[in-house]
């Protein structure tokens, strides 16, 4: 049974980082789509970054291009996501999710984190 652990969200200050972090288990990943989503209150969930684990090809949506970067660790079967220069608009709960092929851009993910919260303040 897959299993998606995500940890590392907590509160911060406008302008500083987290580490976002998604231990993934119950089978190989290697030709799977990890995404990393958001959801503000209010408003509807978006992706943020994802990546196909074998290639290590990522995207990140513009709000976040420059800001934040997606990274997988094969030998820790973890995926990462590094938030920096945070703004208060990026507050928001965060879940990884797992997809069984690409493209990572896609509505249709088949697993899912219990999701993290991420508070930035200003």
């Known amino acids: 049974q897959v299993q998606l652990v995500e940890s590392g969200g907590g509160l911060v200050q406008a302008g500083g980082s987290l580490r976002l972090s998604c231990a993934a288990s119950?089978?190989?990943?290697?030709?799977?789509?990890m995404g990393w989503f958001r959801q503000a209150p209010g408003k509807e969930r978006e992706i943020v970054a994802g990546?196909?684990?074998?290639?290590?090809?990522?995207f990140h949506t513009d709000s976040v291009k420059g800001r934040f970067a997606i990274s997988r660790d094969n030998a820790k079967n973890t995926v990462y996501l590094q938030m920096n220069s945070l703004k208060p608009e990026d507050t928001a709960v965060y879940y990884c999710?797992?997809?069984?092929?690409?493209?990572?851009?896609?509505?249709?993910?088949?697993?899912w984190g219990q999701g993290t919260q991420v508070t930035v303040s200003s």
């Open positions: 990546i196909i684990w074998s290639r290590g090809t990522t």
């Open positions: 999710a797992a997809k069984k092929d690409p493209p990572v851009v896609s509505a249709n993910y088949d697993y």
């Open positions: 119950g089978r190989t990943f290697s030709n799977y789509a």
